[in-house]
């Protein structure tokens, strides 16, 4: 393990090193501290000028305005509704072209990698008209399905770059000697590469995860009503045609981002798989 | 001779099942995502349904930022029956692309063109009507009523006298005039009442159509008027870095004295602590003597777009939104200024006063970003913007501008 | 065995055929939302279109435009200092990583908690560095006054603006890189690193020699995703500026928005040329990575 476990290293450093977490995590959030004290401020401390200092009283009632002033809980949902199919599309289409992409080695195989890594780096603003016209005519419009279909579309790409490499850093002693047995390929990936995989794909899900739940821009293109639109969009909607209401816009996004943070914490016990590389011996 | 009949009645049931369908929903789109507009909407709604209880009304609210990309889309899309938008130059290129309905007749059948006649010009293009507005609300120079009593200064009515206020604030370490450039269309009222009172209201409408170029001497003399105000440091340090309601609270704490912006600021000044009495409201002075004193009134309309399903229901919408007894309720809920010239105003003093300038105005202005074609407008506003930090610049700007007029207005 | 039947045609062309089936859905999905999309945005580039009436076909003119636009020129030198600053948070991510790679308690509370800037949305984000940076009452300007004795208001300053904003950047993307990381770090190879210890090797020469070149593929991610980032760049722009003072923050991206879908931009053609721009810068780098992979990958 790198660096050296700690529980290794003498006792000053291991004082030292569990000061200097929480400093450096206290050190590293302060913006986000910033953003919970402006939270808890009421609008009359903003117009006053006081930004940064203590605030004249704590405002909690500013979260549940941002639950009056607009269906934030609905929007939260419609965030999951959008998010989770897409991250299980996008995370199971990427293990399969990952797949066929690292261990294959047909001609065309760069070029495919070249398409998928080069059409995740467009700027997505172009996409905009000729995506929604096609969602349009598809009669996808205004639906959370049709939100769905285009970001695992989009996300597919950047996780095919993601897996390919992943896939390819595992020893293809595995594949070689299932494929020596008759193993077919089907069962090849389902049984011997896809278990090896988990970390990979905890770690993309909740790349995934974040990109999709944290989207404005797509949001506010493809869906229109109340009915389908995630909680990104639905944020700014607390902010004021003249005046932004940044105390319940700051309320807003810690509520909206809970759920990626969540999901991060669940998911990290399956960063630390261990790897069965002893099948490869012998 | 069955078959006959029976397809008949068939043909004679979906046409009444698809009148029903027809006859009953309109769909409305729009942005009033504050609470108070959100409130003045629901209130509409609920008494248009009261007195048409055989039309249903669907209400889609965005938010307002996203809006104005949405309606692009939903526009081509999937329109509504009605939508929100704006007058002026804004509606131009949703007419021009045909996706907007004329709506002559509601005007014609209601007299419209005598009770919002304010609005009617801008609501206006190749002679018909577009759209109906609803409410507008004041511009002008709201300032510290206690220190300019403090210092022994009146309220200026030309410019010597709006110059001497400014020395005398100065010297007093206050700053004259509070502004935050950072969004860059608070500087597009500034050029506007500078255009206005020096060129007068033809001139500035001439000039936003884009029928006279941004080199012409006239031009030039606007910002050389306002340079008298940049130069000695009138106006807020570092006003690029920030937002127009952060530099509330510069006037909220006395550091600055006075603010040219829309009504809709005393609510964020009230907010931070300040008084009725404190806050006081005055028509911006005049600069050429003589000049007819046109004020800037942005308008809120509603229209309907050309694909709209049901465009007979959305007309009587568009009638009962612009009514006196409706528009007098809204507007009293948002704090604005009904169009409808019979309508009751709201008595609060700052609406009142703004009111009666309004209601004696020459014309109304519908603000740069409005008046202006589009990409005119953005780029003209980043001119004013560099002008307000590096007056001295005046002649590249100027020529920068000229130049996006030419390939706007070719 | 003797009696076996022949191989069927999917056993014989099995590896062949393979792959293109495992591509199939992914594949299909991401030529229909992606790759045809941008063909057609291509096609856009070439017309005079308000987004809302008929296409003009214009040819190259909107690219012509380009070229003698002096907004052009400054969004391109911003996005070349992004490009080049933002991959601070590669060696920033590493950093944290390894400083979070250690098993005391409570370890995965710190992990998701110096994750979060990433997980926030970028408005919020950007709001919060604005009020640092905002004059008079903003903690940043505050210090720099402190230590300097003036201000500086770094916003509303052309030279200093796209630094503001790369920095706050940084922040949400040092979380990125950490994450990958850390992913990076839970599947070294610890034979290869009790071996190197054993040779004595320590500290930073462990991490030069061993380390980082098992660390490659999480580097390599974190470069493309960085550099991603960093062409795209809009959200903070949008929140901080809006590509102001006066346009010197102006970035690519935003420039694109500008003109075709915001407030004040009806033209969906000039948009759609300077994307086609922007990409083809993208397209530069994507082709050094992918040839700097493959070497590599030719070299085990």
Redesign the interface.
């Known amino acids: 393990?790198?660096?050296t476990?700690?529980h290794k290293s003498p006792p000053a450093a291991q004082i030292a090193?569990?000061v200097l977490?929480p400093v450096?995590?206290v050190i590293?959030?302060i913006?986000?501290i910033?953003?919970a004290v402006?939270s808890l401020r009421p609008a009359s401390d903003l117009a006053a000028?006081n930004?940064?200092g203590m605030p004249s009283s704590l405002a909690f009632g500013n979260y549940a305005d941002v639950f009056q002033n607009s269906p934030i809980g609905w929007y939260i949902l419609n965030s999951f509704k959008v998010t989770i199919p897409t991250v299980i599309g996008a995370v199971a289409?990427?293990c399969?072209?990952g797949?066929?992409?690292a261990?294959?080695g047909?001609r065309a195989?760069?070029w495919?990698?070249?398409?998928?890594?080069?059409?995740?780096?467009?700027?997505?603003?172009?996409?905009?008209?000729?995506?929604r016209d096609?969602t349009l005519k598809a009669g996808m419009y205004d639906t959370t399905i049709g939100l769905v279909?285009?970001h695992?579309?989009?996300q597919?790409?950047?996780c095919?770059?993601?897996m390919r490499?992943?896939i390819?850093?595992l020893p293809f002693a595995l594949i070689e000697s299932a494929r020596v047995e008759g193993v077919?390929?089907?069962r090849i990936?389902r049984h011997i590469v896809l278990p090896l995989m988990r970390?990979?794909i905890a770690?993309l899900s909740?790349?995934v995860f974040?990109f999709v739940w944290?989207d404005?821009f797509w949001a506010t293109v493809l869906v229109q009503g109340q009915h389908a639109m995630p909680v990104?969009a639905g944020?700014?909607a607390l902010n004021g045609q003249w005046v932004a209401a940044?105390h319940l816009?700051?309320a807003g996004?810690?509520v909206?981002?809970l759920p990626?943070?969540l999901m991060?914490?669940l998911m990290?016990r399956h960063?630390?798989?261990g790897?069965t590389l002893g099948a490869t011996k012998g | 001779m069955k078959t006959f009949k029976a397809l008949a009645g068939l043909a004679l049931s979906a046409m009444l099942m698809g009148s029903v369908a027809f006859a009953g929903e309109i769909v409305i789109n729009s942005d009033h995502s504050d609470p108070a507009p959100k409130k003045a909407m629901e209130e509409l709604i609920a008494d248009f349904q009261a007195k048409n209880p055989e039309i249903t009304v669907k209400w889609n609210n965005f938010d307002h930022e996203g809006y104005?990309?949405s309606i692009?889309n939903f526009?081509?899309a999937d329109p509504p029956d009605v939508v929100a938008w704006y007058a002026g130059n804004r509606m131009a290129?949703?007419v021009?692309?045909?996706?907007f309905e004329d709506v002559s007749d509601v005007w014609a059948a209601n007299g419209f063109d005598e009770s919002l006649k304010s609005a009617a010009a801008s609501m206006t293009m190749d002679g018909k009507k577009w759209g109906v507005p609803y409410t507008y609300y004041q511009w002008g120079i709201y300032y510290r009523a206690d220190i300019f009593a403090e210092q022994g200064i009146a309220p200026p009515k030309n410019w010597a006298e709006l110059l001497a206020a400014c020395e005398k604030l100065k010297a007093a370490g206050v700053t004259p005039f509070a502004i935050g450039?950072?969004?860059?269309w608070p500087t597009g009222g500034w050029f506007d009442y500078m255009d206005l009172r020096v060129n007068g209201y033809e001139f500035h409408m001439d000039l936003t159509a884009g029928q006279v170029p941004y080199t012409d001497p006239r031009v030039k003399a606007v910002f050389e008027k306002w340079a008298e105000l940049v130069k000695p440091g009138y106006y807020l340090?570092?006003?690029?870095?920030?937002d127009w309601q952060?530099a509330i609270?510069?006037m909220v704490q006395g550091k600055a004295a006075m603010y040219l912006m829309g009504n809709f600021a005393v609510a964020t000044m009230k907010e931070g602590g300040l008084t009725e009495e404190q806050i006081g409201f005055m028509q911006f002075p005049e600069i050429t003597a003589g000049v007819p004193m046109a004020e800037e009134a942005p308008t809120d309309t509603f229209h309907i777009p050309s694909g709209a399903k049901n465009k007979e229901d959305a007309k009587v919408f568009l009638a009962y939104l612009a009514s006196p007894e409706a528009q007098a309720k809204m507007n009293a809920t948002l704090g604005q200024l009904p169009v409808n010239n019979q309508a009751a105003k709201p008595s609060d003093k700052f609406l009142d006063a703004g009111f009666t300038m309004l209601s004696n105005a020459y014309a109304l202005a519908q603000f740069y970003?409005r008046d202006a074609d589009?990409?005119m407008?953005?780029a003209g506003m980043?001119?004013f913007?560099?002008f307000m930090?590096k007056p001295g610049e005046v002649d590249r700007i100027l020529e920068?501008l000229e130049k996006v007029r030419a390939k706007v207005h070719q | 065995m003797a009696n076996a039947k022949p191989a069927g045609f999917w056993?014989r062309n099995?590896?062949?055929i393979?792959?293109?089936v495992?591509?199939a859905?992914?594949?299909i999905?991401?030529l229909?939302?992606?790759?045809?999309?941008?063909v057609?945005?291509v096609w856009?580039s070439f017309h005079d279109w308000?987004?809302?009436?008929d296409k003009v076909w214009i040819g190259v003119a909107n690219y012509v435009e380009l070229l003698d636009d002096?907004t052009f020129y400054t969004a391109l030198k911003n996005n070349v200092l992004w490009l080049v600053l933002y991959l601070l948070a590669i060696p920033m991510g590493l950093a944290v990583a390894?400083?979070l790679?250690?098993?005391?308690f409570g370890i995965?509370?710190?992990?998701?908690?110096?994750?979060?800037?990433?997980?926030?949305?970028?408005?919020?984000?950007g709001?919060?560095?604005?009020?640092?940076?905002?004059?008079?009452?903003?903690?940043f300007s505050q210090f720099i006054k402190w230590l300097t004795g003036t201000?500086v208001?770094?916003?509303?300053d052309e030279r200093f603006v796209t630094y503001g904003i790369i920095a706050a950047g940084l922040?949400p993307q040092t979380a990125?890189c950490m994450?990958?990381y850390?992913?990076g770090?839970?599947?070294?190879n610890?034979e290869q690193?009790e071996a190197a210890r054993m040779d004595n090797a320590r500290?930073l020469r462990?991490?030069w020699h061993v380390?980082l070149p098992q660390l490659a593929?999480a580097t390599?991610?974190a470069m493309?995703?960085t550099?991603?980032g960093a062409?795209?760049s809009?959200?903070l722009v949008s929140i901080m500026?809006?590509g102001?003072?006066?346009?010197s923050s102006q970035v690519?991206?935003y420039f694109?928005?500008?003109q075709?879908?915001?407030?004040?931009?009806?033209?969906?053609g000039y948009?759609?040329a300077i994307?086609?721009v922007?990409?083809l810068i993208?397209?530069v780098?994507?082709?050094l990575?992918?040839l700097r992979?493959?070497m590599q990958?030719r070299n085990r």
């Open positions: 393990m790198f660096p476990p700690i090193y569990k977490l450096a995590l590293w959030l913006p986000l910033g953003v402006t000028g930004y940064f289409l990427s399969l072209t797949f066929a992409l261990v294959y047909f195989n760069l495919v990698f070249f398409a998928f890594v080069a059409g995740n780096f467009i700027p997505f603003q172009i996409l905009m008209v000729p995506v096609m279909l285009f695992v579309a989009f597919t790409g950047l095919t770059l993601f490499n992943f390819k850093g077919s390929e089907w990936f970390p990979a770690a909740v790349l974040t944290n404005y990104t944020l700014y940044w816009v700051s996004s810690i909206a981002a990626p943070v991060f914490f990290q960063f630390i798989a790897l | 104005k990309a692009r526009l081509t290129p949703f021009e692309a045909g996706l450039t950072k969004a860059l340090e570092n006003h690029a870095a920030i952060d609270p510069q970003d589009a990409e407008a953005k980043e001119g913007q560099e930090v920068r | 056993k099995q590896l062949k393979a792959p293109w495992f591509l859905p992914g594949g999905m991401f229909i939302y992606v790759l045809i999309p941008i057609q945005s856009i308000d987004g809302l009436g002096d390894l400083f790679n250690q098993t005391v995965r509370l710190y992990k998701s908690l110096f994750f979060f800037p990433f997980v926030i949305s970028q408005v919020v984000v709001l919060m560095f604005t009020w640092f940076y905002a004059p008079d009452f903003g903690l201000e208001a770094i916003l509303a922040w990125y994450i990958l850390l992913t770090l839970n599947n070294l610890p690193i500290g462990l991490l380390i593929p390599f991610i493309v995703v550099v991603i062409l795209r809009f959200d500026t809006a102001g003072p006066y346009g690519l991206s694109m928005y500008e075709a879908l915001s407030e004040y931009g009806y033209r969906m948009g759609a994307a086609v922007l990409f993208m397209m780098f994507i082709t990575f992918i992979m493959i990958e």
